[in-house]
């Protein structure tokens, strides 16, 4: 008989901060594409699109909201269920839906009350903007007291 004892046979504890630390940062470098890169896989009915500045601005506000609770609005039920309520705020498309007839309504809602709406290039990057690792395909950011100046900002621009 052999007798095999479990475990390791390295002495070594594995620490995961002791790992390279170079290589996970140029993966995510090379994950990231420019904005013009990422519009060529946005949707064409994704109009109006925010501009490179917009869009930073956008994403800094869904950041800021993000901290707030019950301030950020996402996904499409959520979002369909607080237009019939009658709620107020930005509305952030992502481009990059398909397929595109799940979201595709929505727009004309907005326009119908009025609501201001834009598109971003990324449903990823949508997704980190609010903290979260998922992509998110649409967000509204209603207005509240503690990032008003820059809803004000993006909501003229």
Known sequence: WHIIEMGKENNEIDDPSSENKDESVTIKEEDMLSYEEKLKFVSPIAKP???????????????????????????????????????????????????????????????????????????????????VTRTALVVMVPPRPEYQELYDEVKEA
């Open 49 to 131: 699109m925010a501009p490179r500045k917009l869009t930073k601005k956008l994403y800094k506000l869904i950041k800021k909201a993000s901290k707030e609770k019950k301030c950020l609005l996402s996904g499409i039920k959520v979002l369909q269920k607080e237009l019939r309520r009658g709620s107020t705020g930005i509305v952030v498309f992502a481009g990059d839906v398909l397929p595109v007839d799940i979201m595709s309504h929505l727009p004309v809602v907005c326009e119908d009350k009025d609501l201001p709406y834009c598109y971003t290039p990324s449903r990823r990057d949508l997704g980190l903007a609010m903290g």
